[in-house]
């Protein structure tokens, strides 16, 4: 192995037993919470290396990224847009991911319905919301999602399965933890005024607060700079693999 291949799988592993460790304190089973790997730091060879290393889910939050980089994955993987997706990219990047986090306008939803009913598709979404009212993010404010719900429900092309958030950047990941029970509790009170709807994911957590995240209830987790750490571009030292 390379030294790059030993440091991710290293990465990977201990990654892997945070969050584990994470679900047994709040005594969650292992398997109800999912890693999203975010790739868009990572090198193409990395992204391949987790995937032989047995990673099943990678997250792009540019379109045209995640794009490009399907082809250059051979295996079969599953690929989640997290983040900003614009009216006009809808059409080609539907048949092209499993789920996408960061539906953020009634505007892009209909979209997505219209043309998922077009294509014949029923795409996986969440609903992304801005719960720190920071004007640099994208998403629904809570207030909205309430007061837009009936249009937000009414979609049914769409299967709607949860929704996600980002907390505001912080080294204390304790201040994640409050956006975390508010997103959960938001998620109890539209799965009450709609009992048809499975709201079963809350996508929340990075790097710096996933193990909080998971406390809190998240099912999907979107991990980047953990994942990619010790590594860093062309200055590989890659030695000959051993005999
Ligand atoms: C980049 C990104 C992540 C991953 O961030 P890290 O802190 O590197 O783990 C998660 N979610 C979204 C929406 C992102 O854009």
Sequence with gaps: MSRTESQLAHNYEQVSKRIEA?????????????????T??????W???????????????RPQQLLAR????????????????????????????ALIHSVDSLRLLR?????G??????????LEVNLTGEASK??????ELESQWDEVSACRQVQLEGLMTMAAFSDDPEESRPVFASLRELRDRLATRSPALALTEL?????????VAIEEGATLVRIGSALFEGLSDGADGDQPDGP
């Design 138 to 143: 994208h998403g629904f404010t809570a207030d």
């Design 111 to 115: 979209e997505i319905e219209r043309i």
């Design 70 to 97: 399907i082809p250059e994955i051979p295996s079969p993987v599953e690929w989640h847009l997290i983040g900003h997706l614009q009216t006009n990219k809808v059409r080609r990047i539907l048949p092209a991911v």
């Design 203 to 211: 996508s929340m957590g990075m790097t710096g607060d996933f193990e």
């Design 22 to 38: 994470a679900c047994a304190r709040s005594g969650r089973a292992a398997s109800s919470v999912s890693l999203v790997i975010v």
């Design 40 to 45: 868009k730091y990572a090198e193409i060879d």
């Design 117 to 126: 009913g077009e294509l014949n598709l029923r795409p996986r979404i969440l």
């Design 47 to 61: 992204v391949r290396t987790l995937v032989k290393l047995g990673a099943t889910r990678l997250g792009e939050n």
